[in-house]
């Protein structure tokens, strides 16, 4: 295909170590912007196991690079393969710059970690930095307590990087809420770089058919989500207990545990919540929209994802957010039920089954998200396309394609000047 008329290209890069919030995310904004534009591709680098479980719209593809797991001393491991977490590391970043490079962005977007996981995204970062592709960072609302996150970026040398790798830091919140780079020390240019989009709205699926186990549920039911569940277990424990301590509890209750949570909980919740008719489990599903929008109301961990579909729903939520080992979660509820979005129970303070059977209770009767008004609150995704499309106004095309010639000859065999031409 002639370089002048092929699609216009979006890379997007997610490094999904853990839990489904970066893979959500990229997955929201692909699909908004082919959405809006049918000739768009996006493809998307994401090391997320689940990436397959999600539907995608036409125009959009993915990269399934090699897992990695971080374990209690806070390392990584690798997720499946039988090899040392550097080979893994390695393999991965010549994976994510020969997509670059193949691929030809005309614009590449970074999830949440400027430099990849250790670094990994840093020399397509540079490849295409030298090829003049937009660069572009994209951060949830709230990354971690200031003073930790400027302890991170600081040991990471993370602050170069957006001074002169980025052309633009997209921030996918309001700074009513929070401003995610308080406390970080960097220069006026990285600043003047921000761009504040206001949340990500959800839709439900294409195909938002509901579980047949939901469907047996007769009346109201709270739909209760620690999100990917590899850190749930607590929350789960709790709501099951506060049924235990008050079986009168008047709304039923569905479970989802999310694909991380170990097989040992899971099985051992799913005795104690067989113990209640209006109780039901599910492991994992991806149309988690049709049931909350279903939902009389929400008890969820609070992560970003979770608090946009809340948010879009509208639905009256109580968040329990986790504290370790980032404060993220926290500062984000504790923000929004200021503003008056959500209602929020804090386990630090303890886990009594009559605190949260008493908030269960009351969870109906609080008010909606959409009683607050808060201006652009949901804007995010319109915000972001029309910033993609200024980006795409004049697409930058990358290496030339191969000439006929070239593209019968071995590319292995051939000379760097006609595989990369500039």
């Known amino acids: 295909m002639p370089n002048s008329s092929r699609s216009k290209r979006v890379l997007l890069y997610s490094h999904d170590s853990f839990g489904l919030g970066h893979v959500s995310r990229c997955r929201t904004i692909a699909n908004a912007i082919v959405q809006a534009d049918h000739s768009l591709s996006v493809l998307i680098l994401s090391g997320s196991p ?34 040392g977490v550097e080979h893994t590391l390695e393999m991965r970043t010549r994976i994510i710059r020969d997509t670059a490079d193949i691929y030809r962005p005309d614009l590449f977007i970074v999830d949440k970690e400027p430099l990849g996981l250790r670094g990994e995204v840093v020399p397509a970062l540079k490849l295409l930095k030298e ?32 001074r002169d790798l980025y052309d633009e830091i997209w921030i996918y919140g309001l700074p009513q809420i929070n401003k995610p780079l308080t406390g970080i020390q960097v220069p006026p240019s990285v600043r003047h770089k921000m761009v504040y989009t206001g949340y990500l709205r959800r839709d439900l699926p294409l195909h938002a058919d509901i579980p047949h186990e ?50 040992a909980e899971r099985e051992a919740f799913k005795e104690r919540a067989a113990r209640f008719p209006n109780i039901r489990t599910l492991t994992f599903t991806n149309n988690l929209g049709a049931l909350m929008q279903r939902a009389a109301g929400v008890v969820a961990m609070g992560g970003y994802n979770t608090f946009c579909e809340i948010l879009s729903f509208d639905k009256k939520a109580i968040i329990v957010p986790r504290t370790r080992p980032r404060l993220e979660q926290f500062i984000r509820a504790r923000a929004a039920r200021n503003v008056g979005l959500i209602e929020m129970l804090d386990a630090d303070h303890g886990r009594d089954p009559h605190a949260m ?43 030339a394609p191969l000439d006929v010639a070239d593209a019968n000859a071995d590319p292995v065999a051939a000379p760097p000047s006609a595989r990369a031409r500039t």
């Not at 090699?66 to 491991?77: A, F, L, W």
């Not at 990917?228 to 301590?245: F, I, K, Q």
């Open 131 to 162: 090829r003049g592709t937009p660069l572009v960072l994209g951060l949830r609302d709230v990354m971690d307590d200031p003073a930790a996150l400027a302890q991170e970026w600081q040991r990471k040398n993370v602050v170069p990087a957006l």
């Open 357 to 399: 059977a008493t908030a269960l209770r009351q969870l109906p009767q609080q008010g909606l998200p959409s009683d607050v008004v808060v201006p652009g609150l949901l804007d995010g995704l319109g915000n972001v396309w029309r910033l993609v499309a200024k980006r795409l106004a004049h697409p930058h095309r990358g290496p």
């Open 50 to 83: 689940v990436i397959g479980s999600y539907e995608f719209r036409s125009g959009i593809d993915f990269v399934r690079i090699p897992g990695v797991v971080k374990i209690e001393t806070g390392d990584y491991d690798s997720a499946n393969l039988r090899v």
């Open 214 to 263: 939901i469907e047996e549920i007769d009346g109201p039911f709270i739909l209760v989500t620690p999100g990917g569940g590899g850190d749930g277990a607590d929350l789960v424990d709790w709501v099951l207990a506060a049924y235990e301590n008050d079986p009168h509890i008047p709304y039923g209750a569905v479970i989802v545990f999310g694909p991380f949570m170990s097989a």
